[in-house]
């Protein structure tokens, strides 16, 4: 059974930074790949990062890159999400997620396990 938690939302102004964390306990978590999607209010659900099992491969959305940096920590089983510079369009539901394989995918359908979520609120 694969759980994934999400920590470290919160409100906070525009330039601000924060970092969201994701502990995940259940299966081979050092194999498989990992990312962060989001939602905002009244829009569709989109893709911010992903990284590959050991971290060699990382990608992450136009709208964050340079911004966001994602990490992963497989001893402890925790990946997190440095967030720089948020902007309100950043306001969301930041969202950890797990594959089964280990290829960092960019859409949500590739994705077995979702966690319930971080809100995430930058004011302008």
């Known amino acids: 059974q694969v759980q994934l938690v999400e920590s470290g939302g919160g409100l906070v102004q525009a330039g601000d930074s924060l970092r969201l964390s994701c502990a995940a306990s259940?299966?081979?978590?050092?194999?498989?790949?990992m990312g962060w999607f989001r939602q905002g209010p009244g829009k569709e659900r989109e893709f911010v990062a992903a990284i590959s099992p050991v971290g060699y491969n990382i990608n992450y959305a136009d709208s964050v890159k340079g911004r966001f940096t994602m990490s992963r920590d497989n001893a402890e089983k925790m990946v997190y999400l440095q967030m720089n510079n948020l902007k309100p369009e950043d306001t969301a539901v930041y969202y950890c997620?797990?594959?089964?394989?280990?290829?960092?995918?960019?859409?949500?359908?590739?994705?077995?396990?979702w966690g319930q979520g971080t809100q995430v609120t930058v004011s302008s």
């Open positions: 997620v797990m594959d089964r394989s280990p290829v960092p995918h960019r859409n949500a359908n590739d994705y077995d396990y």
């Open positions: 259940g299966r081979t978590f050092s194999s498989s790949a």
